[in-house]
C-alpha cells in the first residue's frame, strides 16, 4: 500500500533548491506554509494538477528513496536521504479520527523516529538545504493557532480551579517527536549557528512563543527547552528574545490577563538573568520594575509564583541595592483583599529580607512594617501567622533589633490589639512569644511604647465618649421639637467662597 502511495505522487525533474524559500521572506506565517491533511487532499478531477514543492519535494530532488534506512545508505547520501525523509514528514494528518490513514501515521511517526536517530548520532555539519527543509517540517507540523475555545476554557475564576483540565492536542504522540527532532538539532555541535539563523530567526522565534499558549504542559515544557537552547546557541537572536517575551507579559499583566505558559517563560527567564554580567545593564533593572513588578498584580499570582520569586531574587543577589525598589513594588501591588497572595507576599518579602543590607532595609522598615502590622491584625489565621513567623528568622531578627526604636513603635499597637481581640489561639501564642522577644530586646522601650499605647487608648475612648454625648444630645432635642405633618425640607445653598 505504501508503495502505492509514493507512486501516485506527482513527479518533477531533478532541480537544485530553489522550491524552498528563507522563511523570513514569505508573507505567509512567517513564511511557512502548512499541508493539507492526506485524507482531505484527493484533488477534483477537474481541478488543475499541484505540483507544489510541499508535497514530497526534496525525495524528488535528491532523486533518493525516502523510504531507505540510514544505514543502508552510503554516507555521501546520508544528508540527501534526511532531506527527503524530512519532506516525507511534512504531511499533516487528522489525528480527531483515529481509524484514519493509519498506515500512513505509522510510517510517518517511524519516520520521525529514524530522524531523531540520525541528528542524535552526530552527523557532519548539516548542510543550508538541511537546516532549511528541518525548519520547514518543524513549522508545517508544530505551528497552529488554538482556537479561541482553547484558550478560554480557565474560565473567569482566572484558572484557579483545581478542577479544570488541561486539553490535550490528540497529535501529540507525532508533536512530542518533532519537538524533539528540533531540541536535538538546536543542540547539535553539527549545526553552524551562523548559517542557521537564517531559518531560526525573528518569525521562526516569535511562532515559538505563540505556542506557549498551549494548555498541554507536556508542549509547554518541550517548548521551554527548546527556546533555552535556542537562546544560548544564537547570541545574536538574544536581546530579540528577552524583549519578546518582556511582551507576552505585558499582554498578560495589562490586557488578556489570561496566558498558559507564564511559569515557563520565566523559568526561562530565570536562567537568563543568572547569566547576566555586572554591573546590571539598564535595561535589565526596567525590566525588573515594569515586567517582574507588575507580575504580582494577576489574581492567577499563585500559577507561576514560586518561578517570579526565584527571577526577582536573582535579581536581588546580582544587584543588593535593588532589594528596597522590589519591597516598594511588592507594597504597591499587595493584596488587601485575597489572603492566599497576601500569604504569599509575606514569604517573598521573608525572602528578600534575608539578602538586604542594612542601608536598604532602612530605606523602607517604615511603610513595610506599617504592612505587616495590618497583616498581623488580619482575621486570616494564615496570614497573621506568616507575618508573626518572620520573628522566627535570624536574619530579620538582627535587622529589626539594630532598628527596634523605629520598628517597635510601629509594631506595639498591632500586638495589642491581638492580645486583646484575636480569636484564634496559635495567633494569640505567636503573638505572645513575639512581645517577649521585644521585651527581651529592650525592656525600658517595650514599657514606653506600652504606656504610649495606653495613653493612646484612653484618649480614643475619651473622644469616642464624646461622640456618644453629643449624638446623645442631638437625639433629645430632635425629641423635644414638636412633629408637623407638613413639615418640608428646604435646602439653602452654602454661598461660595471665594
Not at 481509524?99 to 500512513?104: F, G, H, P, Q
Not at 531523531?116 to 520547514?136: M, Q, V
Not at 461622640?467 to 428646604?490: C, I, Y
Request: proline share 7%; net charge neutral; with cysteine.
Amino acid at each position: 500500500m505504501l508503495k502505492q502511495l509514493l507512486a501516485k505522487l506527482p513527479k518533477r525533474s531533478p532541480k537544485s533548491f530553489e522550491s524552498f524559500e528563507d522563511p523570513s521572506s514569505s508573507p505567509n506565517n512567517g513564511g511557512f506554509q502548512r499541508t493539507q491533511s492526506l485524507n482531505s487532499a484527493s484533488p477534483k478531477p477537474n481541478a488543475p494538477k499541484r505540483t507544489s514543492s510541499a508535497v514530497f519535494p526534496s525525495s524528488v530532488i535528491a532523486g533518493i528513496e525516502p523510504l531507505l534506512p540510514f544505514k543502508d545508505a552510503p554516507a555521501s547520501e546520508k544528508m540527501s536521504l534526511f532531506i527527503s525523509k524530512l519532506s516525507l514528514c511534512c504531511m499533516v494528518f487528522d489525528f480527531s479520527d483515529p481509524t484514519k490513514n493509519t498506515a500512513e501515521k505509522d510510517l510517518k511517526r517511524l519516520t520521525l523516529i529514524e530522524l531523531l536517530d540520525f541528528i542524535a548520532s552526530g552527523p557532519p555539519k548539516f548542510s543550508e538545504p538541511a537546516i532549511l527543509a528541518l525548519c520547514k517540517m518543524c513549522s508545517i507540523n508544530l505551528f497552529r493557532v488554538f482556537p479561541p475555545n482553547y484558550r478560554a476554557s480557565r474560565s473567569s475564576n482566572g484558572g484557579e480551579n483545581d478542577d479544570d483540565e488541561p486539553s490535550f492536542d490528540p497529535a501529540w504522540p507525532h508533536l512530542q517527536l518533532v519537538y524533539d527532532i528540533l531540541l536535538k538539532f538546536v543542540n547539535s555541535p553539527s549545526v553552524e549557528p551562523k548559517i542557521a539563523k537564517k531559518y531560526i530567526n525573528h518569525s521562526f522565534i516569535l511562532r515559538i512563543l505563540d505556542l506557549f499558549e498551549s494548555e498541554d504542559p507536556r508542549e509547554r515544557d518541550c517548548l521551554k527547552a527548546i527556546m533555552h537552547r535556542i537562546y544560548g546557541k544564537f547570541m545574536v537572536h538574544r536581546p530579540f528574545i528577552r524583549k519578546s517575551i518582556s511582551n507576552v507579559f505585558y499582554r498578560f499583566v495589562f490586557e488578556t490577563d489570561k496566558h498558559n505558559g507564564i511559569a515557563e517563560l520565566l523559568e526561562i527567564f530565570g536562567s537568563v538573568i543568572t547569566g547576566f554580567a555586572l554591573p546590571l545593564k539598564e535595561e535589565h533593572k526596567i525590566f525588573l520594575w515594569r515586567v517582574l513588578i507588575p507580575l504580582h498584580k494577576p489574581k492567577t499570582l499563585g500559577v507561576y509564583f514560586q518561578q517570579l520569586c526565584y527571577c526577582v531574587t536573582q535579581f536581588i543577589e546580582k544587584d543588593p541595592k535593588l532589594a528596597s525598589t522590589v519591597i516598594r513594588g511588592l507594597l504597591k501591588y499587595w493584596p488587601i483583599t485575597n489572603s492566599q497572595k497576601e500569604v504569599m507576599f509575606l514569604g517573598e518579602v521573608e525572602e528578600i529580607l534575608e539578602g538586604i543590607n542594612m542601608g536598604e532595609f532602612e530605606r523602607v522598615m517604615v511603610p513595610l512594617f506599617w504592612r505587616i502590622g495590618c497583616c498581623i491584625n488580619s482575621s486570616h489565621f494564615q496570614v497573621a501567622e506568616r507575618a508573626l513567623l518572620l520573628w522566627n528568622n535570624d536574619q530579620i531578627y538582627n535587622l529589626i533589633g539594630h532598628n527596634r526604636q523605629v520598628i517597635l513603635p510601629i509594631i506595639f499597637p498591632s500586638l495589642e490589639t491581638n492580645v486583646q481581640n484575636h480569636w484564634n489561639q496559635s495567633v494569640l501564642n505567636l503573638t505572645l512569644n513575639v512581645k517577649n522577644v521585644f521585651m527581651e530586646m529592650d525592656n525600658m522601650l517595650f514599657l514606653a511604647c506600652n504606656a504610649h499605647f495606653i495613653e493612646e487608648q484612653e484618649k480614643q475612648s475619651f473622644a469616642k465618649e464624646k461622640r456618644k454625648e453629643a449624638w446623645d444630645r442631638l437625639e433629645n432635642t430632635a425629641s423635644l421639637q414638636p412633629m408637623s405633618g407638613n413639615t418640608t425640607a428646604v435646602l439653602v445653598p452654602m454661598p461660595r467662597v471665594n
